[in-house]
């Protein structure tokens, strides 16, 4: 079985990657729109980092666009951008997390 399994992902190996690729845009787009829904929420409730929510947000959109268009990009950037992408989500959290109050 390993040995199918292993001639499959050499034979397709550009598919795979293109694949995995593109699920991992999709992810972070999703997880933005998420986070952009999070930021009006807070404007809404006149909270003062809703700003700097929004504007993480849209970053990750923008790295989640790329990540799923970009067929040039390389293993390095894509992993960069998902590097960026995680420091980008621990501050939302923070943001959150002290902003919790406000929200329920």
Request: hydrophobic share 60%; aromatic share 10%.
């Amino acid at each position: 079985m390993a040995v199918v399994i292993g001639i499959i992902t050499i034979a397709y190996s550009e598919t795979i990657g293109t694949i995995f690729r593109v699920i991992i845009g999709i992810w972070i787009i999703y997880s933005s729109l998420i986070r952009i829904n999070l930021a009006m929420k807070l404007k809404a409730m006149d909270v003062n980092a809703w700003s700097y929510s929004l504007l993480l947000a849209v970053i990750m959109f923008v790295c989640g666009l790329f990540i799923a268009m970009n067929s040039g990009s390389v293993i390095v950037t894509i992993g960069i951008i998902i590097i960026v992408y995680s420091v980008i989500d621990i501050i939302e959290d923070i943001i959150f997390m002290k902003n919790v109050k406000e929200i329920f």
